[in-house]
């Protein structure tokens, strides 16, 4: 699977405007982890 860099490819969403716009966010891909415990934890 190739790297994406999304500052790069999506500049638009990312650099900041002097203005307040509506922009629309294209549909990306993520992975989500879900799960339960304090994610603090460290076991010793």
């Known amino acids: 699977m190739d790297k994406v860099d999304y500052k790069k490819q ?3 969403l990312y650099l900041p405007k002097r203005q ?3 922009i ?4 990306l891909r993520y992975a989500m ?3 339960q ?3 603090n934890w460290v076991g010793k």
């Open 10 to 12: 999506f500049k638009s």
């Open 20 to 22: 307040p716009v509506m």
């Open 24 to 27: 629309t966010v294209p549909p």
């Open 33 to 35: 982890l879900d799960g």
């Open 37 to 39: 415990g304090d994610p």
